[in-house]
Structures are given as structure tokens and as C-alpha cells.
């Protein structure tokens, strides 16, 4: 057998990465040709009936101002004018469900002191709009989902906080991680529906279905368990975020196809779709780079195609109002809202 020479080597060598190159080109060219998601501009997506998470200030007691070493920003939340302005705001942007920071609840089960004073001016300043404290917490530490006994107090505190104060629209239950088949939860909200007041809501911070692009099962629920969850709430906002994602059309992708499917699995309760303006920049599980309010909307656009809009569609849950820039909320008026909203700005 004779040996290859340099010049046969060399020109095997040029084969291989021409091949090497053409099939990166191809790939290159595909994935410039993909589009998971769409860009909308005429409002079909939006009802009006979107939600936004607001910060612990709106509601919360001096105690935790000072426990925080935030005293400096009490006069921030308690002035009038600010809580004018924010629901102005607010309502301007088609939002009408608003969740205020009420969380962790204390190992005990206890929820944290609100201001009654602040509580009543800030329903007075939201007038027309449904407000939700935010409850819950870290799972294992403010918040014992096994232990009966923290769950009878939590329930109770929820029930003498409607009871105080019977504006409030209902509560929003936000407890993260929380793995897909947890029955203590399931339990939790039973005991939960079992105490609020006939025509209070109750509101879930839901986890999206499971992923091979995050394969963690502590932040995402099986059809079956969202179903189980589902059935036992009133409203469900999903929090389709935070899944570290490196490429932007690959989170335009998961938007979509999580849209068609928590709306399918939702028991026909109403959902909102989790949207991030938020950094946590160099974190692991986000890069706001891709997970951010342009990708999340050009995927939901994508998933919500079909016609006419599912009933149990309510909208967007935007996640979080105190990190909200000027030009995303620029971008939500003009990829988002209706149009008779961007005629308001």
C-alpha cells in the first residue's frame, strides 16, 4: 500500500473542512430563516386584562421598612401623588390586576404587618382595578407546605386580611421552588378555598411544563399536576422565565409553544402569561439579553396565532413593575397595547 503524500493529505484536509464549512453555512442560513416567534403591532393580543407584580412599599408595614434598612423609602410608597401616578400608569398600559409584595410569610405561617392606613389609600388610588397582595416564599423555609400547623395560620392570616380590608380582589400565592406532584400544596389550596370569602380570587404564580432546554422538574409542572393545581384556583400566572436561556430564538420558541399549552391545560381558568423586565444579569438561570420583554412577546404573538383567542386567555402578567425601563414599557405601547391605548400616551 503506498504511502498518502503532503499533497493528497492536504487536499483531504480541504475536502473535510469545505464539508465542515458548507454544512456550518447551512445551519447558519437555517437558523436566520427560522422565525419562532412574530412580531404584532395591532393589539388583537391584548384584552386590557394584563397583571403586573409590584414591590413589598405598596402595602407592606413601617416594620419592614426598618427591618430592611429601607426607612429612606417609606415616604416613596405612602405619598399620594406616587400612588397616582403609578396607577395612572397602570391603567394606561391595559393593566388592570396588580399583585403588591407581601411576601415571605414568617416560619410560623405568619403574613407580614401591612399599613392599614396605606392599604385603603392605595384601593382608593386603584379604584377600577383588582388588587391581589403577593403571598407566600421560599419553599422549606418561610414557607412548610408539610407541617399542618404552618398552614393553619398562613390560611387564617389570609382569611383576617380579606376580612380587614374586603376590597382586596382576593390573593396571589407565589411559592418557588415548587416541584411538579407536591400534595401538600394541592392541600394548602383546598384550605385556602375552603376560608376567603365567596367572590374573592384566588391567584396562582404557576410553573411552565417541562422542557429537555431546562430540564429541572422543581420549577416546571406536568400537564397533570398544572391540571390538578388548575382546578383548585381561580386564575393562573404563569412565570415563563428565568430557564437560562443562551439563544434568543430558543426562548422565542419555548414562548410559543408554553402559550398553547398552559392555556390548554388550564382547566379553563384564566391565564396570564408571564413576561420578564427584569435583569439578574450573570445569574445562571437568566440572561436578560434573551429573556426579556421583546422575545417573550415575539413568542407569545406566535403562540396565541389561532383565532379566535382561546376564553381563558386573559393576557400578560409583566414581571416587575420596579424594573420596568422607560423603553420597555415604549416597547409593551408599541408591540403589545392597542392602539387606542398608544393614542392615551
Not at 404552618?150 to 374586603?166: D, G, K, M
Not at 430558543?250 to 414562548?255: A, D, K
Amino acid at each position: 500500500m503506498s504511502r498518502p503524500t503532503a499533497k493528497n493529505v492536504r487536499s483531504s484536509v480541504r475536502r473535510v473542512l469545505t464539508a465542515v464549512l458548507a454544512l456550518a453555512g447551512c445551519a447558519w442560513l437555517a437558523y436566520l430563516l427560522w422565525r419562532p416567534g412574530v412580531d404584532l403591532r395591532d393589539g388583537s393580543h391584548d384584552l386590557g386584562r394584563n397583571a403586573i407584580w409590584l414591590a413589598h412599599g405598596w402595602l407592606g408595614g413601617d416594620e419592614w421598612f426598618t427591618r430592611n434598612q429601607k426607612t429612606n423609602e417609606i415616604g416613596r410608597y405612602r405619598d399620594p401623588t406616587r400612588i397616582r401616578e403609578l396607577a395612572e400608569k397602570l391603567r394606561l398600559h391595559g393593566i388592570s390586576d396588580l399583585f403588591p409584595h407581601l411576601c415571605p410569610a414568617e416560619p410560623t405561617g405568619k403574613l407580614p404587618p401591612v399599613d392599614p392606613r396605606q392599604v385603603e389609600e392605595f384601593l382608593n388610588w386603584c379604584d377600577g382595578l383588582r388588587v391581589f397582595p403577593w403571598i407566600g416564599g421560599p419553599n422549606g423555609s418561610s414557607v412548610r407546605l408539610h407541617d399542618p400547623k404552618w398552614r393553619s395560620t398562613f390560611v387564617e392570616n389570609i382569611r383576617e386580611l380579606l376580612a380587614q380590608h374586603p376590597r382586596l380582589a382576593g390573593v396571589h400565592l407565589n411559592i418557588e421552588p415548587l416541584p411538579s406532584g407536591d400534595q401538600n400544596f394541592l392541600v394548602l389550596l383546598d384550605e385556602i378555598r375552603a376560608v376567603i370569602p365567596r367572590g374573592k380570587i384566588l391567584s396562582i404564580a404557576a410553573y411552565p411544563p417541562p422542557t429537555p432546554w431546562h430540564p429541572y422538574s422543581d420549577v416546571h409542572w406536568e400537564e397533570r399536576y398544572f391540571r390538578d393545581v388548575a382546578s383548585r384556583c381561580d386564575q393562573l400566572a404563569v412565570m415563563m422565565y428565568d430557564v437560562a436561556q443562551k439563544i434568543p430564538k430558543t426562548y422565542q420558541r419555548l414562548m410559543a409553544d408554553w402559550t398553547v399549552e398552559v392555556l390548554n391545560w388550564s382547566e379553563g381558568k384564566p391565564v396570564l402569561l408571564g413576561v420578564p423586565t427584569y435583569q439578574d444579569a450573570g445569574v445562571g438561570y437568566h440572561n436578560p439579553n434573551v429573556e426579556n420583554v421583546t422575545n417573550a412577546l415575539l413568542g407569545i404573538h406566535r403562540g396565541l396565532e389561532q383565532q379566535p383567542l382561546p376564553t381563558n386567555y386573559q393576557g400578560i402578567a409583566i414581571y416587575c413593575e420596579w424594573e420596568t425601563s422607560a423603553s420597555e414599557w415604549e416597547y409593551l405601547r408599541e408591540h403589545f397595547l392597542k392602539p387606542k391605548t398608544l393614542n392615551l400616551q
